[in-house]
């Protein structure tokens, strides 16, 4: 796929030469393929003409953020933090929705003050306190309800936020009701109704039940909401095997409920703009052989890409350089932390590998520096831009020095 003279490319720079320029281990992320997805995503929406946002906690780094500003996208952030990234990069406060269970008095007053588009709302005390705050200032301020729609995303558990179980938005007995109290408020201007059902979403069938049940509660409440933040969640495909979701189905799901709801579409994708665009790059330590398996111990760790480790996800690790040489045994990939969840793939067969190889774990634009850590010490990766044949530095590996 993306080898050259066997060697693995990430746009025209080969994974050996990053890892012995840059170390290991380390993230890498394509700048071609960022700008693909998001021109793709526009084409497979393009009939609709949403505002798109990117879901900033998918991948914060600020040469990211300012990628996707330069290609249009505006902002979905969850924090003062992402806001505060979010607006360095340059991205328009018109563009930039706030979403999130738990935002701080702080945190609202943050980004009331920087006059975004709207606080996605998640339950009826937020909104109380925008009221206070709003009245203090005398202004009127534009928030969304989040709808809880009590719909399946047919997902990993863990990623799944739509189910009247989970903590997210407002169930449709409260959503109306919060809605009556409030649509005639001084102080609140309700502009959208948002919902957002979960993540690696792969079939269109989660958000035909979503638009239906958001439909249902627009024809309920008679209101007109100026925009339908239809959040994120479309899936990418981590194994070849695995489903794609058809773009084209949603797409016509969303424009027959705009002809019944003449509203804005927001979407918040974060996993889809910058989820394949992102490699770590990481050196083999040991390889320990057991009858059983092999372990392929890696210098990368749950530390550092702890998707695996906390929901189950599967990375596919390549090889930097080919060769025929095939081992049938059970390779186990995992990393140096005292943790048996510290554990990236298995594979019952594998080409020939050794100590010192470098290998690529794909697929880890999304979720992945974000959710690193220190554990065991350790530092967190850098994090490397290619754009044809150059690479930049975007964060520098951490120093020993900074965190002990
Ligand atoms: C996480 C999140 C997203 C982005 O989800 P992806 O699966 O990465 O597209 C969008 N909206 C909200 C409210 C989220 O919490």
Known sequence: MKYKKRQFYIENVSAE???????????????????????????????????????????S?????????????????????????????????EKIVFSGVGKT??????????KILLINTESENEIIEIEKI???????INIGIRLNPDT?????????????????GLTEKKFLEVLKKYKNSKYINIICLSVHIGSQITSHIPYKNMLN???????KSKFKFKYIDLGG???IQYENKFKKLNYSKYNKLIESFLIKNNSNIIFEPGRSIVGNAGY??????????????????LDTAMNDLIRPALYGAKHRILPSKINETKVSKNHEFVGPICETTDKFLNVTRYQKINQKDIIVICDVGAYGMVLSSNYNLRPRPAEILVNNNSTKIITKRQKLNNII
Request: proline content about 2%; aromatic content about 8%.
């Open 61 to 93: 780094n600020l040469n990211i953020l300012s990628i996707i500003h330069k290609f249009g996208l505006g902002a979905d952030v969850v924090s003062k933090g992402e806001l505060l990234a979010a607006l360095k990069a340059k991205i328009k406060p």
């Open 280 to 297: 770590l790059i990481s050196k083999i330590i040991y390889i320990k052989k057991t009858n059983s398996k092999n372990f392929v111990i």
């Open 233 to 235: 969640g479309m899936g």
């Open 152 to 168: 399946d995303a047919k997902t990993l558990k863990k990623i799944s936020t739509g189910k009247k179980e989970n903590k997210f």
């Open 134 to 140: 709003a009245k203090k200032n005398k202004k009127k």
């Open 105 to 114: 008095i702080e945190e609202l007053k943050f980004a009331i003050s920087k």
């Open 17 to 59: 030469k990053i890892a012995k320029k840059f170390g290991t281990p380390s993230y890498v992320y394509s700048y071609d393929k960022i700008k693909n997805n998001i021109n793709n995503f526009k084409k497979k929406f393009k009939t609709i003409n949403p505002l798109i946002c990117f879901s900033v906690k998918s991948n």
């Open 213 to 219: 049940v958001v439909n249902k509660i627009i024809q």
